[in-house]
C-alpha cells in the first residue's frame, strides 16, 4: 500500500511475514544545500540522542530495552540532487510479544521526532556542545584517513564549482564552526515543516491499522511535490588533476569518470554490467590485473553511483607506479569497450550481480530503501524478477556501449615521500 496522506507526506506499508521484526522507517527529504548539509548531520546525532521525554541517554537507551531490546538509529545519504534523514527502528514481530510492539514504536519515534530535547526555542545547551564536539573530531579525524581523503578529494575536484555536489554528504568543520543551539534548532521546524516525508513500514502488519497509527502526526501539508533526484555533470574535454602530498608510506591514486546512464532506465542494467565487469567485483578485469596479476596494487576497485553518473575507481599504490597504474586502468576499460572478455565472464559477472541482489531481498533495510526509490524514480524495478529480466537481457554489444560512454573526467593522487 502507498498513499499520500497530505501533500509531501506520504504511508508505504509492506505487509510480510518473511522477517520475525517490523521496520518503521521514516525519511525526511531535501534538496541537496551546501549550506544545510553540515546542520542535517549534526541534527540527526541531536534527535537519536534524547528528547524531551528521553532527556539523557540513558532513559532514552532503557526504554528501547523495555521493548524487547528495539534497534533505534538516525542516519543520513545523499541521493543526487537529494539529502535525506532516516530514521529507523525495528521491533520484534508482534507475533512474538506478549504485549503489541508496533503503537509502542510509533509512539516512542512521534516523541523524537516531535518533542525533541529543547527549552526556549533551542536545544539543550549540553546536549548541543557535546554533539557538535563530536562531529568535529569524526571530521578532523577523516585527514588521518588517506582512502576516505582521497576518495573526497577526487569528488570535489570533479564536481568542482556545484558546492551543493561537491561538499560531502555529512558536510564540514568550517560549516559547523558556526552552528549554535538556536540556529540549529531554528533549522529544524525549517525541516519539519518542509522536507518531503516518506514513512515505511514493513512487516506482519495490517495496512489500515498502520495508517491510524500515523494519521495524527503533527505532519502539515508541503508545498512541493517529491523532488527530483537525478543529477548529471556536463563533461569537459580536459581531465583535471590534482596531487596532494601528506605523510604516508602508501600512495592513493583515485579516478572519476563520468558515466552517459539513465536513472533505473534502459541503459541502468547494461551500465551496471559494465561497471561490475570493469571494478566493481572479484571478477572484475581492476581486480584481476592491476592487482592480481600485475601487483601494482594493494586494492582497485570502482563503485557506480548512479545518482549522479558518476564511476568512482579508488586504487592504493606505491607513488612510484603511478603512470603505470594509469595506463592499466586506461587499459582495463578499453577491454570492456572492445570486447575484450570471455562470454563465460560476462555470464558470471550478471550471474554475480543477481545473487547479490537475490540476497538483499532478505534483508528489511533493502525492502524498504527499495520502496523510497520505487516512490522516487519511476523506472525502478518493482522486484527482483523484473530485476533479472533486465540484467539477462543485457548483451555484449551492450555492455561494450555503456563502457565506452564512460569518459575520465578527473585524477586525484595523494601521496607522501615514504611511498615514491
Same mark, same amino acid.
Given at each position: 500500500?502507498?498513499?499520500?496522506?497530505?501533500?509531501?507526506?506520504?504511508?508505504?506499508?509492506?505487509?510480510?511475514?518473511?522477517?520475525?521484526?517490523?521496520?518503521?522507517?521514516?525519511?525526511?527529504?531535501?534538496?541537496?544545500?551546501?549550506?544545510?548539509?553540515?546542520?542535517?548531520?549534526?541534527?540527526?546525532?541531536?534527535?537519536?540522542?534524547?528528547?524531551?521525554?528521553?532527556?539523557?541517554?540513558?532513559?532514552?537507551?532503557?526504554?528501547?530495552?523495555?521493548?524487547?531490546?528495539?534497534?533505534?538509529?538516525?542516519?543520513?545519504?545523499?541521493?543526487?540532487?537529494?539529502?535525506?534523514?532516516?530514521?529507523?527502528?525495528?521491533?520484534?514481530?508482534?507475533?512474538?510479544?506478549?504485549?503489541?510492539?508496533?503503537?509502542?514504536?510509533?509512539?516512542?519515534?512521534?516523541?523524537?521526532?516531535?518533542?525533541?530535547?529543547?527549552?526556549?526555542?533551542?536545544?539543550?545547551?549540553?546536549?548541543?556542545?557535546?554533539?557538535?564536539?563530536?562531529?568535529?573530531?569524526?571530521?578532523?579525524?577523516?585527514?588521518?584517513?588517506?582512502?576516505?581523503?582521497?576518495?573526497?578529494?577526487?569528488?570535489?575536484?570533479?564536481?568542482?564549482?556545484?558546492?551543493? $555536489?561537491?561538499?560531502?554528504?555529512?558536510?564540514? &568543520?568550517?560549516?559547523? %564552526?558556526? !552552528?549554535?543551539?538556536?540556529? @540549529? #534548532? /531554528?533549522?529544524?521546524?525549517?525541516?519539519?515543516?518542509?522536507?518531503?516525508?516518506?514513512?515505511?513500514?514493513?512487516?506482519?502488519?495490517?495496512?489500515?491499522?498502520?495508517?491510524?497509527?500515523?494519521?495524527?502526526?503533527?505532519?502539515?501539508?508541503?508545498?512541493?511535490?517529491?523532488?527530483?533526484?537525478?543529477?548529471?555533470?556536463?563533461?569537459?574535454?580536459?581531465?583535471?588533476?590534482?596531487?596532494?602530498?601528506?605523510?604516508?608510506?602508501?600512495?592513493?591514486?583515485?579516478?572519476?569518470?563520468?558515466?552517459?546512464?539513465?536513472?533505473?532506465?534502459?541503459?541502468?542494467?547494461?551500465?551496471?554490467?559494465?561497471?561490475?565487469?570493469?571494478?566493481?567485483?572479484?571478477?572484475?578485469?581492476?581486480?584481476?590485473?592491476?592487482?592480481?596479476?600485475?601487483?601494482?596494487?594493494?586494492?582497485?576497485?570502482?563503485?557506480?553511483?548512479?545518482?549522479?553518473?558518476?564511476?568512482?575507481? $579508488?586504487?592504493?599504490?606505491?607513488?612510484?607506479? &603511478?603512470?603505470?597504474? %594509469?595506463? !592499466?586502468?586506461?587499459?582495463? @576499460? #578499453? /577491454?570492456?569497450?572492445?570486447?575484450?572478455?570471455?562470454?563465460?565472464?560476462?555470464?558470471?559477472?550478471?550471474?554475480?550481480?543477481?545473487?547479490?541482489?537475490?540476497?538483499?531481498?532478505?534483508?528489511?533495510?533493502?525492502?524498504?530503501?527499495?520502496?523510497?526509490?520505487?516512490?522516487?524514480?519511476?523506472?525502478?524495478?518493482?522486484?527482483?524478477?523484473?530485476?533479472?529480466?533486465?540484467?539477462?537481457?543485457?548483451?555484449?554489444?551492450?555492455?561494450?556501449?555503456?563502457?565506452?560512454?564512460?569518459?575520465?573526467?578527473?585524477?586525484?593522487?595523494?601521496?607522501?615521500?615514504?611511498?615514491?
Amino acid at each position: 500500500m502507498r498513499k499520500e496522506m497530505k501533500p509531501g507526506v506520504w504511508l508505504i506499508v509492506l505487509p510480510t511475514t518473511q522477517f520475525k521484526t517490523t521496520r518503521i522507517n521514516v525519511q525526511f527529504l531535501a534538496p541537496l544545500q551546501r549550506a544545510t548539509v553540515t546542520k542535517r548531520t549534526l541534527l540527526t546525532s541531536l534527535l537519536e540522542t534524547n528528547s524531551a521525554v528521553y532527556p539523557t541517554q540513558a532513559t532514552l537507551s532503557a526504554h528501547l530495552e523495555s521493548l524487547y531490546g528495539a534497534n533505534f538509529s538516525i542516519g543520513m545519504a545523499r541521493e543526487g540532487k537529494l539529502h535525506r534523514i532516516g530514521v529507523t527502528m525495528s521491533t520484534v514481530d508482534d507475533r512474538f510479544t506478549d504485549t503489541p510492539l508496533l503503537p509502542q514504536a510509533a509512539a516512542f519515534l512521534r516523541t523524537i521526532l516531535f518533542e525533541p530535547n529543547m527549552q526556549a526555542g533551542r536545544f539543550d545547551e549540553a546536549t548541543f556542545a557535546r554533539e557538535k564536539e563530536n562531529l568535529d573530531h569524526y571530521l578532523a579525524s577523516l585527514d588521518d584517513d588517506r582512502q576516505t581523503q582521497a576518495a573526497l578529494g577526487v569528488q570535489q575536484l570533479y564536481f568542482g564549482a556545484d558546492q551543493d $555536489q561537491a561538499i560531502p554528504s555529512f558536510g564540514t &568543520r568550517e560549516d559547523l %564552526a558556526s !552552528l549554535t543551539a538556536s540556529s @540549529l #534548532a /531554528a533549522y529544524y521546524q525549517e525541516m519539519m515543516q518542509h522536507d518531503q516525508v516518506v514513512i515505511t513500514v514493513l512487516g506482519d502488519v495490517d495496512p489500515k491499522q498502520v495508517a491510524a497509527l500515523f494519521a495524527d502526526w503533527p505532519l502539515d501539508a508541503r508545498s512541493q511535490t517529491v523532488p527530483a533526484v537525478a543529477f548529471d555533470l556536463p563533461t569537459h574535454p580536459d581531465v583535471l588533476t590534482q596531487t596532494t602530498k601528506v605523510k604516508a608510506q602508501q600512495a592513493k591514486f583515485d579516478l572519476a569518470y563520468h558515466v552517459e546512464t539513465d536513472l533505473m532506465g534502459p541503459k541502468y542494467a547494461a551500465t551496471l554490467v559494465a561497471e561490475e565487469l570493469f571494478g566493481g567485483s572479484s571478477l572484475s578485469l581492476l581486480f584481476t590485473n592491476v592487482r592480481e596479476k600485475a601487483s601494482l596494487a594493494y586494492y582497485a576497485s570502482s563503485m557506480f553511483d548512479d545518482f549522479r553518473g558518476l564511476m568512482l575507481v $579508488q586504487t592504493g599504490i606505491e607513488g612510484k607506479d &603511478r603512470q603505470q597504474v %594509469a595506463d !592499466l586502468i586506461r587499459d582495463q @576499460l #578499453a /577491454a570492456v569497450v572492445n570486447g575484450d572478455f570471455s562470454d563465460a565472464l560476462l555470464k558470471a559477472v550478471k550471474d554475480g550481480i543477481l545473487d547479490h541482489q537475490r540476497a538483499a531481498y532478505d534483508s528489511p533495510r533493502f525492502l524498504t530503501n527499495q520502496a523510497l526509490y520505487q516512490l522516487l524514480v519511476p523506472d525502478a524495478p518493482q522486484n527482483f524478477d523484473e530485476f533479472a529480466q533486465r540484467i539477462k537481457a543485457v548483451d555484449r554489444q551492450a555492455v561494450q556501449q555503456a563502457a565506452a560512454d564512460m569518459k575520465l573526467q578527473a585524477t586525484y593522487f595523494l601521496t607522501g615521500e615514504d611511498s615514491e
